[in-house]
């Protein structure tokens, strides 16, 4: 019996400074790697992913498709991963698939009977929030992401919810101190990992969904006003 080739995503995640990479071929995470960089994404990220697929005896020759997560997030990570993805798209000729931040957070968890309110670090001691309700064992987006101060988030919350995404251990400490109606996900269930962004994109790569390296563009904070969920 033939066998069928392989097919090869590579995802990346620079949203902020928790990065991630991973490679998948639609069966099994092959690699996978996060941690916190301190600002150093542009030394960090390439090696990240030579050393991935020297771990997996690939090439970015082996490759069929790059996914990068395309924030909310930071200027700097966001235009690291960015560019990278862009350019393995471009010189490699294969598809490229951009998916939001605050999805891959959001799919990571499994849906309860209680909102949800996923929070990555926005600067300036903020939070960006992105807002879901459980509909039929699926999470859906139900408000505007926002951008907003930690006393400002608990102010929000007037109804048990679940909160996850990159809180530290002050603010795990601050949050039940001042609000009991937060649930914290435990750390394990906080961490946004590039397995997940890779599953997503695989979903969309398989039904021919991709995005132009031209055309693709992140999601910028803005300190202002919410920005389009």
């Known amino acids: 019996m033939s066998r069928t080739k392989i097919q090869i995503l590579l995802a990346l995640d620079t949203s902020t400074r928790a990065v991630g ?4 071929d639609g069966a099994q995470i092959i690699n996978e790697t996060s941690w916190l ?4 994404h542009t030394v960090e990220l390439a090696p990240a992913v030579q050393d991935a697929l020297q771990k997996s005896n690939l090439t970015t020759k082996d ?8 924030g909310p997030g930071s200027f700097t990570g966001l235009r690291i991963g960015l560019a990278l993805a862009k350019g393995l798209s471009i010189v490699r000729h294969i598809p490229l698939i951009g998916i939001p931040t605050l999805d891959i957070t959001e799919s990571g968890q499994k849906p309860q009977n209680l909102p949800l ?6 600067g300036r001691g903020r939070f960006a929030v992105g807002w879901y309700l459980n509909e039929n064992n699926v999470w859906i987006s139900n408000q505007e992401i926002e951008v907003v101060t930690p006393d400002a988030l608990i102010e929000k919350i ?3 919810t679940l909160l996850c995404g990159e809180i530290n251990q002050e603010e795990r400490e601050y949050f039940t101190r001042q609000q009991p109606l937060i649930h914290l996900a435990s750390p394990a ?3 946004r990992r590039p397995a997940i962004l ?15 390296p031209a055309s693709l563009a992140p999601i910028y904070l803005h300190y202002n006003d919410p920005i389009p969920g």
């Open 189 to 191: 269930d906080c961490v």
């Open 158 to 160: 007037n109804t048990p």
């Open 117 to 122: 309110a996923t929070i990555l670090r926005a």
């Open 37 to 40: 960089s301190h600002d150093h």
């Open 21 to 24: 990479v991973a490679l998948f």
């Open 63 to 70: 490759l069929d498709a790059i996914a990068v997560a395309l």
């Open 198 to 212: 890779a599953e997503l994109a695989w979903k969309r790569f398989q039904q021919g969904k991709i995005d132009d």
